[in-house]
């Protein structure tokens, strides 16, 4: 990648700053994946945490437990081997999931408890998958809890053997055009999780024809959905068969499943076939892995995984932006593009159209200044949309600056900067002191800022607009499609909402 | 190991905090690592809170560990003493720091001679008590330092001014503090109470109060305690060692407040000689019961006559599910068929208070035990906490919150109190609409629901548009509440581009377009 010149300037702080505990990303993972049981292995103070933050969700009899340690735990009078057990048997009895998701916290670090050892001959007791993720405070912030779940989840993913499934697929192709209505339900699918050469809508006009009710939208019973979402995420993969062959592309990050599709959808349009997601929507469904399948993160938070990909599974990693505002897009796509031989088209035209239906947004921001204090990292993809955007940015704050995974989406930032000419470079700041932070923040004056909810109504007290940063981990945001959601959220304190009535 | 998926009661640090917190000019520091803050975002949010938390963390990471934490937590205190000059820094353990075992105490010790501010250690064990027995004892320690520092500080004249009893009547309010449930509310409620008995409110702690001023605790004449949970031990220590009488009768419902104001009667005139208190205030019980609450009329009104032997289950923290049993039983004629509490710790007075009032008592912090109970019981309403809201929304029975955990619709911005004769009003009100709410439910299912509008917008255009089985499967997808907003759209986007078919691609162009 490129150097970075003088443009950036990188510094560090003492590292007192407010962001969630990383076991929050049970929160969103185990709504991805859903056949999973999250067990997040820690104290009253965790389980505190996840109730507070993830408020009504939990009472949906969500797909995640605590197993709380008591005193006896801490001063090792029970067997934890035994404890986990009888727990994971009682999951299993209560919610039969297709994997067990230990999440390790700072407690079960502080214990050493060897979770990664006792995991292996649990799950060959009990025959359910357990993977074990250490998303504790210790080492990392908020997003970072979804990095160290999928690295963990990368070793767990099928092993590819290319010269294999290209015989299935040609064996596929064949069989396909001779007999189409022969295929039965069970063949179809084994088939269909190996490579992707059938369009499953063979499946669905079969199922139509053997008297089952068609699905009409809205009528769907909860299985119905299911399978339709199963036969539909496969279809949207796979649906057009190559036009031309390119090395397997497996892109890693959890997201909604449309924003995933969106983003699917958005390579299919270059002729690119996506084979797989890490994290798919089911644990049975997890994309195959190894020597010559390409990978690309969507998200800038997921450097293990990445680093898992590359050194364990000898994924060749894309390093590319992130598909974060009309920029981002068309530079992730792009660098795909590039690295699978294709050459992409009419990426000018559908950025170009983007940024046009986003005009009135930009309006409002145009000229206003910016000031990141550091939560999520997806810091560095927002500072740079938002300044092409023509905002200032003051300070972005991160709570963890990987360079090297992210050296693509620096280097885009910095031809930002350039481009937009933008007078005051901005000052990454990583592990940042909040103290710190507010005393510049009063110092400068900024039009909004970007902050975690501890401090988001103190500050508005104060007269300084705020937008809280963890909604844009929960937000779509991602793709063509969604650089209005980001300047949704942007724009709402700068909008109407600034009331200030006479008395 | 348990398997939780709830608790009704936060750790222990929580009630640290929330003591901490409410005093002016007190800051935390938490030793603890990153992420662990998240009393800052519950006070900012649930509060709304104007004012920064005064609450950092000193965080404990991969390098604390190796080192120590010492020189970090030290040179945290310090800084702080310095930006925020702070009467006193308390620091708080957390779960990880109980393991970790290192002598905070010795830490304390050490920050101390370089502050300018009183650095205090939380002497509280994570794993021994929850967040309402942590917050009664870091309570009960604030104020037991604070006497005890100034009784060695000045001089014997001094001191003996200092306890000197105020010239009117006067007490203190102990336990009011931030995150409880009404709490504000209900202190205004009593300042207002008191006054009327002719009493002088002499201090308030800890919400609002100055750790300084901690010192004129024992120149009140009593001191009432009006929640269970927290400021008994602060009431026992002031008994002990200043011979002062306290009030622990919450005064909540008409026989609640009554029995309240009576104790003080007997306070004053047994221990203080005052004359014909119990005979003014009883007229004041009268005045009050008759005139300024309504909650005596309604329980004889035909509006409470519909109520006479519904079956209602409560359950909460004690205070508030012995005064509401108390309450619905005596008060309005309602049947208790189970009383429960999550507070273990304090279950055998809970047992002894309800008795009598109640077909059954449950002690449990297994939430899910209270909701097989509930759909075992199938009571016509539920007063509980935000959990039990939710438990019976699954059952489809009506419920009002009266007790912690509670959500921030728990933190109006009306006046809201549950003590005092308005506080009588507030729950006479929400028993009353909790129970019309369940039978207006009932009437619309008996007979037939709402009278239903033809949704006239559906089927016109649809027809002449062909959905894809894609594109159907991922409008079922979309939440129902915006379903029809969302295909709407998009029908209209098709139709302004001519398109008959409507496939996937059409519909993310059409969100892209219209947003």
């Not at chain 1, 844009?472 to 209005?484: D, L, M, Q």
């Amino acid at each position: 990648m490129s150097t970075l010149t003088e443009t950036v300037k990188f510094e560090c702080e003492t590292g007192n700053y407010h962001t969630f505990c990383p076991i929050s990303c049970v929160a969103w993972l185990y709504q991805k994946i859903e056949d999973s049981f999250f067990l997040v292995i820690g104290t009253k103070t965790c389980g505190y945490f996840l109730q507070n933050s993830l408020g009504v969700m939990l009472f949906a009899e969500p797909r995640y437990a605590m197993a709380e340690l008591e005193e006896a735990d801490i001063s090792a009078q029970f067997n934890d081997y035994k404890e986990l057990k009888r727990l994971c048997l009682q999951i299993q009895q209560d919610r039969n999931p297709s994997v067990i998701v230990w999440i390790g916290t700072c407690t079960t670090e502080l214990l050493k408890l060897d979770l990664e050892g006792m995991a292996p001959s649990l799950e060959a007791e009990i025959g359910i998958p357990i993977v074990v993720a250490r998303a504790n405070g210790l080492d990392y912030a908020f997003t970072q809890g979804e990095d160290t779940v999928l690295a963990s989840m990368a070793n767990r993913c099928p092993e590819k053997n290319l010269q294999n499934t290209s015989q299935i697929q040609e064996q596929l192709k064949k069989t396909e055009v001779e007999n189409k209505t022969f295929f039965d339900e069970k063949m179809t699918s084994t088939l269909l999780n190996k490579s992707g050469a059938p369009t499953p809508l063979v499946k669905f006009k079969n199922l139509k024809k053997s008297g089952d009710p068609t699905p009409l939208p809205g009528s769907l019973s909860p299985s119905d959905v299911k399978e339709n979402q199963k036969i539909e995420s496969q279809s949207l993969t796979n649906n057009k068969i190559l036009k031309k062959e390119h090395p397997p592309l497996v892109l890693f990050g959890s997201l909604p499943s449309i924003v995933a599709n969106q983003l699917t959808m958005e390579l299919r349009h270059q002729n690119i076939t996506v084979s797989g997601w890490l994290p798919s929507n089911r644990y049975g469904d997890l994309p195959e892995l190894g020597e010559g399948v390409f990978v690309c993160g969507v998200n800038p938070f997921l450097s293990r995984t990445a680093m898992t990909l590359m050194r364990r599974r000898k994924c060749k990693l894309i390093g590319a932006p992130f598909p974060i505002g009309p920029d981002g897009t068309r530079a992730w796509i792009e660098k795909i593009c590039n690295a699978l031989n294709v050459v992409p088209q009419g990426l000018d035209e559908r950025e170009a159209k983007n940024w046009q239906g986003l005009e009135d947004y930009l309006k409002i921001i145009r000229g206003k200044s910016v000031f990141f204090m550091g939560d999520n990292i997806l810091e560095i993809s927002l500072a740079r949309f938002l300044m092409r955007c023509g905002m200032t940015v003051l300070e972005i704050g991160i709570p963890y600056m990987d360079k090297r995974f992210q050296a693509a989406e620096l280097a885009l930032l910095e031809e930002t900067c350039q481009q937009m000419s933008h007078s005051n470079p901005p000052r990454i700041v990583e592990r940042p002191d909040n103290h710190s932070q507010i005393n510049r923040i009063r110092a400068l004056l900024p039009d909004l800022v970007i902050t975690g909810m501890a401090h988001a109504n103190p500050l508005q007290a104060r007269g300084i607009k705020t937008k809280w940063s963890t909604e844009f981990t929960f937000a779509p945001i991602h793709g063509f499609v969604n650089a209005r959601a980001i300047l949704e959220l942007v724009t709402r304190p700068l909008r109407g909402t600034s009331v200030s009535p006479v008395y | 190991m348990k398997l939780a998926y709830w608790m009704y009661c936060g750790p222990a640090h929580i009630g640290t905090l929330r003591v901490a917190s409410s005093f002016k000019g007190v800051h935390s520091l938490m030793h603890a690592p990153l992420g662990d803050d998240y009393f800052n975002v519950m006070r900012s949010m649930l509060e709304r809170e104007r004012d920064f938390t005064p609450v950092t963390a000193s965080i404990v990471d991969r390098h604390v560990l190796a080192r120590g934490s010492q020189e970090k937590v030290v040179e945290n205190i310090t800084r702080k003493d310095k930006e925020e000059r702070p009467d006193l820094i308390v620091l708080t353990p957390t779960c990880t720091s109980s393991i970790l075992v290192e002598d905070l105490g010795n830490f304390v010790e050490r920050a101390a001679m370089e502050s300018n501010s009183d650095v205090l250690l939380a002497d509280v064990n994570h794993y021994r008590v929850n967040e309402l027995q942590a917050a009664d004892r870091t309570l009960e320690q604030i104020v037991r330092f604070y006497l005890e520092k100034t009784k060695k500080n000045v001089s014997g004249e001094e001191w003996q001014n200092l306890i000197t009893k105020t010239e009117k009547p006067s007490a203190n309010i102990i336990g009011i503090f931030t995150l409880g449930f009404h709490n504000f509310h209900d202190c205004s409620e009593l300042k207002r109470l008191l006054t009327n008995l002719g009493i002088e409110v002499n201090e308030i702690i800890p919400e609002g109060g100055k750790v300084t001023n901690l010192k004129n605790l024992p120149k009140a004449w009593f001191n009432l305690i009006p929640y269970r949970e927290v400021g008994l031990m602060t009431a026992y220590y002031l008994e002990k060692e200043f011979q002062m009488p306290y009030v622990d009768i919450t005064p909540m419902g008409l026989a609640g407040t009554a029995a309240c104001i009576r104790r003080i009667a007997k306070i004053l005139e047994e221990n203080f000689n005052l004359q014909n208190k119990k005979t003014v205030y009883e007229d004041y019980i009268q005045q009050q019961t008759k005139f300024v609450s309504q909650a005596a009329w309604f329980a004889r009104s035909i509006d409470c006559q519909n109520l006479t032997g519904k079956k209602v289950v409560v359950f909460g923290d004690v205070t508030h599910v012995v005064c509401m049993t108390k309450i619905l039983v005596c008060e309005m004629g309602i049947r208790v068929a189970c009383a429960g509490t999550y507070c273990k710790h304090d279950a055998d007075w809970f047992r002894e208070q309800v008795w009598g009032f109640t077909d059954e008592v449950l002690i449990t912090d297994d939430h899910t035990q209270v909701s097989e109970m509930i759909a075992r019981i199938e009571p016509d309403c539920v007063f509980g906490t935000q959990m039990e809201r939710h438990i019976s929304k699954k059952w489809e029975i009506p419920c009002g919150v009266i007790s912690a955990p509670i959500h921030i619709q728990n933190f109006p911005l009306g006046y809201r109190p549950f003590l005092g004769y308005e506080g009588t009003n507030q729950i006479a009100d929400l028993v009353y609409n909790s129970f019309t709410l369940g039978m207006e439910d009932h009437l619309l299912k008996l007979f037939g629901g709402h009278d239903t509008k033809l949704n006239i917008n559906t089927n016109e255009k649809e027809n002449s548009l062909n959905w894809t089985v894609e594109a159907q499967q991922e409008l079922s997808r979309i939440p129902g509440f915006v379903r029809n907003k969302v295909k709407r759209n998009v029908q209209k986007y098709a139709e302004q581009n001519h398109l008959t078919e409507i496939t996937v691609e059409v519909m993310y162009a059409a969100k892209e377009s219209i947003g």
